[in-house]
């Protein structure tokens, strides 16, 4: 089993190339498993990371509702976002500067064959890093991410996560709002819920801005932790 995961920090990248990039790699390991099976191969699959932020974007899983998003393509070009249906579950999502957004396209026969598992692993490396923070992250009973306050009316969600998996290979993941300009969040109901804020870890803190690269390493250490991985 593969254990090594390349990680690749993108930068500030648009969000339809970064999926286009994306599906190739993701396309790229399962050719390698369907060469595997029908061979009797024993090529080793690869794992990846991607690190990215998008400029201002909107994105709708297969189960999500369009009138989630609360404004039509005009205002969206006002507001300077783009839009797109993707094949990730979840429903409305959005992605902008400030925000740590990560795609693991890990096979997950190199680590363990369980969505749950994994889902849950991707918000406990969340959970770990907000503790570093002095905040106390949780999982919301029915409902994937990371949030504050669970069970209050001050309920808030940090960071949203939708994946896509196909022979046990992973794509799409998480969007950690770290200096989020959340009036973008204003523009839909996020990810179909009406009656919960959203939040960013700059004003969980109280300060101007938290520095991107100090929580990147964090989050890595703990995936690395976590899925008994190496990143390189």
């Not at 990248?13 to 286009?20: F, L, S």
């Not at 061979?39 to 699959?45: D, G, P, R």
């Not at 938290?210 to 703990?222: D, G, S, Y």
Request: charged share 25%; glycine share 8%; hydrophobic share 40%.
């Amino acid at each position: 089993m593969n254990k090594t995961v390349k990680l690749q920090v993108l930068g500030l990248k648009d969000y339809k190339d970064t999926w286009d990039y994306q599906e190739e790699l993701f396309k790229g390991t399962l050719d390698i498993k369907i060469k595997n099976r029908r061979e009797n191969a024993q090529l080793e699959t690869p794992n990846h990371f991607l690190m990215v932020e998008h400029p201002h974007v909107f994105t709708l899983g297969k189960s999500g509702n369009m009138e989630n998003l609360l404004v039509d393509q005009k205002q969206l070009t006002e507001k300077g976002a783009s839009f797109y249906k993707i094949n990730r579950g979840g429903d409305i999502t959005y992605h902008g500067p400030g925000q740590i957004v990560g795609y693991p396209i890990l096979d997950l026969d190199n680590f363990f064959t369980d969505i749950h598992k994994y889902l849950r692993l991707l918000e406990e490396m969340v959970i770990l890093t907000m503790a570093e923070y002095g905040l106390k992250g949780e999982r919301s009973t029915g409902e994937t991410g990371v949030w504050l306050d669970v069970g209050t009316p001050f309920a808030r969600k940090i960071c949203a996560m939708g994946v896509r998996a196909s022979r046990w290979v992973t794509m799409h993941g998480f969007a950690l709002n770290v200096n989020a300009d959340l009036g973008y969040f204003d523009l839909m109901i996020p990810c179909g819920i009406k009656d919960k804020a959203v939040t960013s870890l700059n004003v969980e803190l109280g300060k101007k801005e938290v520095p991107m690269e100090e929580v990147r390493k964090k989050l890595i250490f703990h995936f690395e932790a976590l899925f008994e991985a190496k990143c390189i």
